[in-house]
């Protein structure tokens, strides 16, 4: 049987392998501090502690929209639930009563602790998982049809006379 791989098969497969990350994290985490805690949520709890070890501060807001690439308005709102979870705590910063600064409070370090310790096994699950995606099988195939599109699409059309000066490029 020939499965026929398309374009969107392409598309939908970061999106797989980010779905399977994030089920992969969760269930890793299970009795462990860290349960619960979104895969994004840690991720910030990373940056807010990698930031604030290598400058000797909390960073601000903005400094975790530039490290994380996360929007403004979402980062806000994962900061608000890492707040409410007592993970968080923040400050308006000195320099700028605008900003605010972001440092983790003591259970906060406690759950990123109990993730960065289940680290490895999450490395060796999402191994297992993510190769049962076949990628390649995916990619392969959208790639030649990718390939042969684009050099059927600069060959010149039958029947049509080109005018001085345009050029057709053929593969």
Do not use: N, W
């Amino acid at each position: 049987m020939t499965t026929h791989t398309t374009l969107l098969d392409l598309i939908a497969l970061p999106h797989r392998v980010s779905q399977i990350t994030d089920e992969t994290i969760e269930r890793a985490l299970v009795g462990t501090a860290a349960a619960g805690i979104t895969p994004r949520q840690l991720a910030l709890l990373d940056a807010i502690d990698r930031i604030a070890r290598s400058e000797d501060g909390a960073p601000s807001q903005t400094d975790l929209v530039a490290a994380t690439g996360v929007d403004r308005s979402t980062l806000a709102d994962v900061v608000r639930r890492l707040l409410k979870f007592g993970l968080v705590q923040r400050r308006r910063t000195k320099e700028d009563a605008r900003c605010y600064a972001v440092r983790l409070t003591d259970q906060g370090r406690v759950v990123l602790a109990a993730a960065r310790d289940r680290a490895p096994a999450i490395v060796a699950l999402l191994k297992t998982r993510v190769a049962g995606l076949d990628a390649l099988a995916v990619l392969e195939p959208v790639g030649d049809e990718i390939v042969r599109t684009a050099a059927a699409s600069r060959q010149p059309l039958a029947g049509k006379h080109s005018k001085k000066g345009d050029r057709h490029v053929t593969a």
